[in-house]
């Protein structure tokens, strides 16, 4: 009926923070500066200590840093991550002006994805046909009945 609404639950469901498979691991932050054609990122330890590393690109430096923490920390995988943001203030706060922005995207869909499961149930639950319910709902009254077939709600 209208593609452009039904597309929302092709995205999967956002996991709850709770669930997350590593939600017991150690953030290690570090800051990176270019200079000339060079990255070179900065780390802080736990135990204080400073490393550093360096690479070409953006990608090639926070992957070179992230291995020299987990190099010196020995850690199991999957305990320990690298945030890297640039040391300058003003394209930190723009990085994370994106981030929010997409966190506040994904909360609004899920939003959505929910607020229309319990519409759709409720609906079908008090009568409605599958037709009925997707055309009030702007949606397909196959997409009605895959959500209201669905243990979820």
């Given at each position: 009926?209208?593609?452009?609404?039904?597309?929302?639950?092709?995205?999967?469901?956002?996991?709850?923070?709770?669930?997350?498979?590593?939600?017991?691991?150690?953030?290690?932050?570090?800051?990176?500066?270019?200079?000339?054609?060079?990255?070179?990122?900065?780390?802080?330890?736990?135990?204080?200590?400073?490393?550093?590393?360096?690479?070409?690109?953006?990608v090639e430096v926070k992957k070179n840093v992230a291995q020299l923490v987990f190099?010196?920390?020995?850690?199991?995988?999957?305990?320990?991550?690298?945030?890297?943001?640039?040391?300058?203030?003003?394209?930190?706060?723009?990085?994370?002006?994106?981030?929010?922005?997409?966190?506040?995207?994904?909360?609004?869909?899920?939003?959505?994805?929910?607020?229309?499961?319990?519409?759709?149930?409720?609906?079908?639950?008090?009568?409605?046909?599958?037709?009925?319910?997707?055309?009030?709902?702007?949606?397909?009254?196959?997409?009605?009945?895959?959500?209201?077939?669905?243990?979820?709600?």
């Amino acid at each position: 009926m209208h593609p452009h609404l039904e597309a929302i639950f092709d995205q999967p469901d956002l996991i709850p923070p709770g669930d997350w498979p590593h939600d017991e691991a150690t953030i290690i932050s570090a800051t990176a500066t270019r200079t000339g054609k060079q990255w070179t990122a900065v780390a802080k330890l736990p135990d204080g200590r400073p490393v550093k590393a360096q690479g070409a690109t953006w990608v090639e430096v926070k992957k070179n840093v992230a291995q020299l923490v987990f190099d010196c920390l020995r850690v199991e995988p999957g305990t320990l991550g690298v945030h890297l943001a640039p040391a300058d203030s003003e394209a930190a706060a723009a990085l994370n002006a994106v981030v929010s922005a997409r966190i506040a995207r994904a909360n609004a869909e899920q939003a959505e994805r929910d607020a229309v499961r319990h519409a759709a149930h409720l609906l079908i639950s008090q009568g409605w046909t599958t037709r009925d319910a997707g055309s009030a709902l702007r949606l397909s009254h196959q997409r009605i009945s895959q959500i209201t077939s669905s243990a979820t709600e």
